[in-house]
């Protein structure tokens, strides 16, 4: 990688600046595929995945016959992997569904808020490069828990463990279809997919592009999702090794992957580096993750200010606190997706089963946005209830907001309630 040593602060921006994505052009490719599916539908999709998947779908839809065979199609090691990731996914994801709380604002009135799962939803799995079963339970667990009743499902895909794990958190309807093509047919509906009323998951350029543009015509998203990414903040107490496999673990997700390396210490950096080249030759996916450790970088900064301020102002979706006081640390952290705490909190881990969901906001968003959530799956309504009492206590306030307002009506609404009570 390359060290960047001491950079000013005013350089910052331009070190951290994530591999251009020209979204105009983008944009221009994703809004005819958008077009084509919203016009032709089924047809149009499976031209679409002829020239996009090199795909001839006969069938939009899996089978039955392809879901339920998907389980004899895995070894048990990795049915039991999943079965583990599942119940350590769904224990914390349980825990974050909140009893509601009634609230008595004044004598007599009550306010409390009910959370309802988002009836219909859809959910997008990566599977250009890698068929990322793993996101199948990190959307379809936070879905059954809110309580959606239909989960549509669109994976460009048809490895047996994303069927699998379709199955088992329960997916109402399942398909074939990748890209800015799937996102479209959820968000128009098909004769064969189901419209829904948000959309969630990772993907390509072309993917988190396609949600963006439908986010403008009123479906909700969860958030734009894109490339993955790590950030490693990392001190002498650092395994130079260790660090050197997190960097390569999002890397080799494709060349647009960046991975930032932040340090105090020259000495770890260079360590760092000596063990990077030798554990990337050994990987399968060499090329890709080549491609994207060359465009990241390693900073070498002069104190811990400067590399909190640094990593906040980079807000990764991943950062890893290889230091030695890294809980410390992460108090200090306001930008990031998910923190991984010491040297043996791997990102792998939060990636597939300790239980964090792995959908988060990269490319910056994580200065606003959060991962996903049970939350990300449920709308919260509000409801109130005033007594006759509450009305009598209340009622005064309102009409004299109501009449500064000039809104006539909203102060006779309350009057007319209050006059019966006399
Ligand atoms: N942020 C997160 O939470 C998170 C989680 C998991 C994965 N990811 C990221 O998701 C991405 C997955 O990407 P992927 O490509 O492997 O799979 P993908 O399923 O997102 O995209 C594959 C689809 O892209 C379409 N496509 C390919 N080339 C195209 C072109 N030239 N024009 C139009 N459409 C085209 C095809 O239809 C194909 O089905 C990776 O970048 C990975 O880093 C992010
Ligand atoms: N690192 C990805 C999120 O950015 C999630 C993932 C799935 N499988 C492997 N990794
Ligand atoms: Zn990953």
């Known amino acids: 990688m390359n060290i960047v040593p001491f950079p ?53 839809a899996f089978t039955e016959a392809e879901l339920s065979g998907a389980a004899d199609k895995l070894d048990e090691t990795l049915k039991e992997a999943i079965g583990q990731a599942y ?17 008595e604002t004044m004598p007599g009135v009550t306010c409390w808020r009910k959370s309802v799962g988002i009836e219909k939803v859809g959910i997008y799995i990566p599977g250009g490069s890698a068929p990322l079963f793993s996101t199948v339970l990190m959307l379809g667990i936070p879905a059954k828990i809110a309580g959606c009743k239909e989960v549509v499902l669109c994976t460009p895909s048809d490895h047996p463990a994303i069927l699998y794990a379709a199955q088992l958190v329960g997916v109402t309807k399942a398909f074939r279809i990748g890209g800015a093509q799937a996102i479209a047919a959820m968000a128009y509906g098909t004769e064969s997919v189901p419209k829904v009323y948000k ?11 396609a949600k963006m543009l439908v986010s403008k015509e009123g479906i909700a998203i969860d958030m734009p999702a894109g490339p993955s990414e790590v950030a490693v903040y990392a001190d002498d107490s650092a395994i130079p090794a260790f660090v050197a496999a997190d960097l390569l673990s999002q890397a080799e997700h494709g060349p647009d992957s960046q991975v930032l390396l932040v340090s105090t210490s020259k000495k770890l950096l260079s360590a760092v580096n000596l063990t990077l080249s030798s554990q990337m030759d050994k990987l399968p996916r060499r090329d890709l993750a080549a491609q994207s450790i060359a465009n990241s970088k390693a900073i070498l900064l002069d104190n811990e200010e400067d590399a909190i301020d640094l990593l906040n102002q980079y807000a990764a979706e991943h950062l890893i606190l290889s230091v030695e006081n890294a809980e410390a640390v992460s108090e200090q952290i306001v930008n990031a997706g998910s923190i991984f705490l010491g040297n043996y909190t791997p990102e792998s881990c939060g990636d597939y089963a300790s239980g964090t969901n792995h959908t988060l906001p990269t490319n910056g968003y994580a200065r606003a946005y959060s991962g996903v959530s049970v939350d990300s799956f449920v709308k919260k309504i509000t409801i109130q209830n005033i007594t006759k009492e509450g009305i009598r206590q209340i009622g005064p306030v309102v009409e004299a907001m109501a009449a500064a307002e000039s809104l006539d009506a909203h102060k006779k609404a309350v009057s007319i309630r209050l006059k019966s009570l006399l």
Do not use: C, M, S
């Open 8 to 60: 000013e602060r005013d350089q910052w921006p331009a070190l951290l600046a994530r591999p251009v994505q020209e979204a105009q052009d983008i944009e221009a490719k994703v809004n005819p595929i958008l077009d084509k599916v919203r016009k032709e539908g089924d047809e149009g999709i499976k031209e679409l995945a002829l020239k996009f998947d090199k795909t001839v779908l006969d069938n939009i």
């Open 87 to 103: 119940q350590n996914i769904y224990k914390f994801h349980e825990a974050q569904l909140q009893p509601a709380e009634k609230i």
């Open 199 to 209: 959309i969630f998951g990772p993907g390509n350029q072309y993917v988190t592009t």
